[in-house]
């Protein structure tokens, strides 16, 4: 490598890092009943069994409170299937509602 | 498998551990600037290279070999174990230095050190590679360009402007050469 004088500067410090960076000591080669390190953890089937157990209790849980809070608030009869029930909307109990004829408007003529 | 045989492969894979384990820690620094986590991918890279060797695969180039799965096992880092296993950050595991701290030879503050790291990340993987070949190992042109399959020109062209760029930023930072 070819360096002037004033790349000798950055030489030497980029030297001093790196050689700090490098393991002092280097391990010994790996043998075949170690651990990975980059390995996943993966879980057991204990606790995967848990997992779901609990997930399962929830869901119960949650089934059974909607029964029991639906129960203080019974339905009105619903008539949307009946092809013969009246809409009842702007009626009132007791009132019949009265027909009233349209005036008459007279014709318009031609000019 | 006969004891002698397995003797002998165990005898090669330690002959390759031994050519190739700081080639292999100085890709993986240069992808992290993180010493422990390049040690850590390094061995990971050995072991899967040694369950190669006992489930008898024929390995035509091991250096090429190795120096893939150790690329490959860095940038699958990034991608699953920190989030996965909890694994703090480089910034913050580069604080914590070992037991075995040497002197600092020259670099007289942690902080000088971060300052560095910190331009060195600014550079491009394959420029701190090339850097990494040549201040870690010493290694010269012919053989970074030999060791990466580039061209030993280009080896030149790269390392003079990386260098030429930290030189800058550094003096910026009031840090021009080690006390």
């Known amino acids: 490598m070819n360096t002037t004088k004033n790349d ?4 030497k410090l980029l030297r001093s890092y790196y050689r700090r960076e490098m393991p002092s000591r280097w391990p010994d080669a790996p043998r075949g009943d170690m651990t990975t390190v980059a390995a996943a ?4 089937s204990a606790t995967m069994s848990a997992g779901r ?3 399962g209790i929830s869901l119960a849980a949650i089934l059974a409170l909607y029964i029991g809070v639906s129960a203080f608030f019974p339905r009105e009869q619903s008539t949307g299937l ?6 009842i909307i702007g009626q009132r109990p007791g009132i019949e509602p009265k027909l009233v004829a349209p005036k008459a408007v007279p014709a318009p003529q031609m000019p | 498998m006969k ?9 090669d894979f330690e002959g390759m551990y031994d ?3 700081r080639e292999v820690w100085a890709l993986a620094y240069a992808r992290w600037l993180n010493a422990d986590l390049a040690q850590d991918i390094m061995q990971e890279t050995f072991l899967r290279l040694w369950r190669q060797v006992q489930d008898g695969a024929t390995i035509e ?12 096992l860095a940038e699958d880092h990034a991608k699953s174990s920190f989030r996965r296993n909890g694994t703090q950050n480089p910034e913050i595991m580069n604080a914590v230095r070992g037991k075995d701290d040497q002197p600092l030879d020259g670099l007289e503050r942690e902080e000088t050190v971060e300052q560095i790291r910190g331009e060195l990340k600014l550079l491009s993987t394959p420029d701190r590679e090339i850097l990494t070949l040549r201040y870690a190992l010493d290694y010269d042109a012919t053989e970074i360009a030999d060791m990466l399959d580039i061209n030993p020109t ?10 030429q760029r930290l030189a800058e930023r550094l003096t910026a930072k009031g840090i021009k050469e080690s006390p």
């Open chain 2, 154 to 163: 280009a080896v030149h062209m790269r390392l003079s402007r990386a260098r």
């Open chain 1, 53 to 55: 157990f609990l997930v």
């Open chain 1, 41 to 44: 953890p993966v879980a057991s």
């Open chain 2, 19 to 21: 050519r190739h384990n």
């Open chain 2, 61 to 72: 180039n091991p250096r090429a070999w190795l120096l893939r799965v150790a690329r490959n």
């Open chain 1, 82 to 87: 009946n092809p013969n029930s009246q809409p």
């Open chain 1, 8 to 11: 000798e500067g950055i030489d």
């Open chain 2, 3 to 11: 004891p002698r045989a397995k003797d002998s492969r165990r005898a």
